[in-house]
């Protein structure tokens, strides 16, 4: 079993940054491969960036490309995402997620096998 908390959301101006943190259970973090998703009212969760075991290769969602950045610290079990320049339409929860699988599509949430429990980020105008 692998539990998944995250952290650092909250309220920020447009323009600003954030950045959340995932931390991960297990002995094991080093082989999970991650991602970030998000979700914001009336629409439907959607990828935002995701990163190998290794942090070798890493996945972004077009809207977030350049702005946000993920990385991990496999010895703190956690995995992190940068979010620089927020705007309003990034106002969502944000869930990490973690994949135990042999095979990876990084920006499919349903091969991912576990999730956190979200953090609100709210990016106002």
């Known amino acids: 079993q692998v539990q998944l908390v995250e952290s650092g959301g909250g309220l920020v101006q447009a323009g600003g940054s954030l950045g959340l943190s995932c931390a991960a259970s297990?002995?094991?973090?080093?082989?999970?491969?991650m991602g970030w998703f998000r979700q914001a009212p009336g629409k439907e969760r959607e990828f935002v960036a995701a990163?190998?075991?290794?942090?070798?290769?890493?996945y972004y969602a077009d809207s977030v490309k350049v702005r946000f950045t993920i990385f991990r610290d496999n010895a703190k079990n956690t995995v992190y995402l940068q979010m620089n320049s927020l705007r309003p339409e990034d106002t969502a929860v944000y869930y990490c997620?973690?994949?135990?699988?042999?095979?990876?599509?990084?920006?499919?949430?349903?091969?991912?096998?576990?999730w956190g429990q979200g953090t609100q980020v709210t990016v106002s105008s």
């Open positions: 990163i190998s075991w290794s942090s070798g290769r890493t």
């Open positions: 297990g002995r094991t973090f080093s082989s999970y491969r």
């Open positions: 997620a973690a994949d135990l699988s042999l095979s990876w599509d990084p920006t499919d949430q349903n091969k991912y096998d576990y």
